[in-house]
Nanobody, 115 residues
Framework: QVQLVESGGGLVQPGGSLRLSCAAS????????MGWYRQAPGNQRELVAN???????NYADSVKGRFTISRDYTKKTVNLQMNSLKPEDTAVYFC?????????WGQGTQVTVSS
C-alpha cells in the first residue's frame, strides 16, 4: 500500500519562502512521476510542478522562476521550494505519485500567504 506524507505548510508573508516535503512509502516502482498539486477554495485542483524518475520537470506557468521541485530517489521524497510567494499561492497543496497512470495522493498541507 502506497502512502504519501506531506510536511512544511504554514503561514508566510508575501515575498517569503516555504519548503514542502513529501515522503512516499510502500510498493513504489522505480519508474514514476512525483509532483505537487494545489487547490484553492472554489477552484479546481491544479498541477503546480512534477518531476519524473528520470529527472524531467514540469511547472505551471504561474510558478515558473519562483518554485523549484526536486526529489531524493534514495529517500523516496519530493520537495517543493517556494520562493517569492504571493497571496494567490494560498491553497491546500497535495503531494501526488503517479505510477503507470495510477495516482496516489497525500492528505494535503495548507499554505497561506498573507500579511
Amino acid at each position: 500500500q502506497v502512502q504519501l506524507v506531506e510536511s512544511g505548510g504554514g503561514l508566510v508573508q508575501p515575498g517569503g519562502s516555504l519548503r514542502l516535503s513529501c515522503a512516499a512509502s510502500g510498493s513504489i516502482f522505480s519508474i514514476n512521476t512525483m509532483g505537487w498539486y494545489r487547490q484553492a477554495p472554489g477552484n479546481q485542483r491544479e498541477l503546480v510542478a512534477n518531476i519524473t524518475s528520470g529527472g524531467s520537470t514540469n511547472y505551471a506557468d504561474s510558478v515558473k522562476g519562483r518554485f523549484t521541485i526536486s526529489r531524493d530517489y534514495t529517500k523516496k521524497t519530493v520537495n517543493l521550494q517556494m520562493n517569492s510567494l504571493k497571496p494567490e499561492d494560498t491553497a491546500v497543496y497535495f503531494c501526488n505519485l503517479n505510477i503507470a497512470g495510477r495516482a496516489y495522493w497525500g492528505q494535503g498541507t495548507q499554505v497561506t500567504v498573507s500579511s
